[in-house]
């Protein structure tokens, strides 16, 4: 079965220090990735999507940026983290446009 | 891109009471998702709907695709179903994801 691993689970890091989240997909090939932000009691927002390795789609200007290294990889970072990118950060997966998306168990960032 | 638009905003509940959560939807489509979102902010997929009717224990779920709304129903209410209900919606042409309502935050009282 497939399997989505976020890391890490919460993260606090100061304004100016760069990141790195990490999402991994097991148990399918080829999937389409999201990176998805949630501000506190709001709904999410589509960051990136990835459709295969080294193909990223940015859905909104952002202190931010995403990679697809490997099929089963998707990384959001950042150079450096401003205060406004607090926020609970979640990936999501399917496997092709007419399925059903899957999210991983989300890290929650905190910037001081 | 499409508007997904969830009413009510909040709704508190009685232990065992029943409840019809809306998300109304601005164009075709080919998918539409209903989350449920736990208090430590896990996304539990609770129905792949893009028409039709589902039905999963104390919940179900209908689309009416030719009117661009579905309904999530929950019956005999448990305080295990508070959290925020999340639609999803994607559109038969444009943008390869998902447009996120704003959710209905439900608190289910004993």
């Known amino acids: 079965s497939q399997t989505i691993h976020q890391w890490p689970a919460t993260l606090v890091q100061p304004v100016g220090s760069p990141l790195s989240l990490e999402c991994t997909v097991e148990g399918t090939s080829n999937p389409n990735l999201y990176w998805y932000r949630q501000a506190a009691g709001r709904g999410l927002q589509l960051l990136f999507y990835?459709?295969?390795?080294?193909?990223i789609s940015s859905e909104v200007p952002q202190n931010l940026s995403a990679s697809r290294p490997q099929d089963r990889q998707f990384i959001l970072s950042s150079k450096k983290l401003l205060l406004s990118d607090s926020g609970f950060y979640l990936c999501?997966?399917?496997?092709?446009?007419?399925?059903?998306?899957?999210f991983g168990d989300g890290t929650r960032l905190s910037i001081l | 891109g499409i508007q997904v638009e969830q009413s009510p905003p909040d709704l508190i509940l009685q232990e065992g009471a029943n409840s019809t959560l809306r998300c109304n939807f601005s164009d075709s489509v080919n998918n539409l998702q209903w989350f449920h979102q736990n208090p430590w902010g896990q996304l539990i997929n609770l129905f792949y709907i893009p028409s039709g009717t589902k039905q999963n224990g104390r919940l179900s779920a209908t689309t009416v695709a030719t009117e661009r709304y579905s309904l999530l129903y929950i019956s005999s209410s448990q305080t295990t179903d508070s959290g925020v209900y999340f639609c999803a919606a994607k559109t038969l042409t444009g943008a390869n994801n998902l447009f996120f309502g704003t959710g209905t935050r439900l608190t289910v009282i004993p």
């Open positions: 990835s459709v295969g390795i080294g193909q």
């Open positions: 999501a997966w399917r496997s092709d446009s007419n399925q059903p998306q899957h």
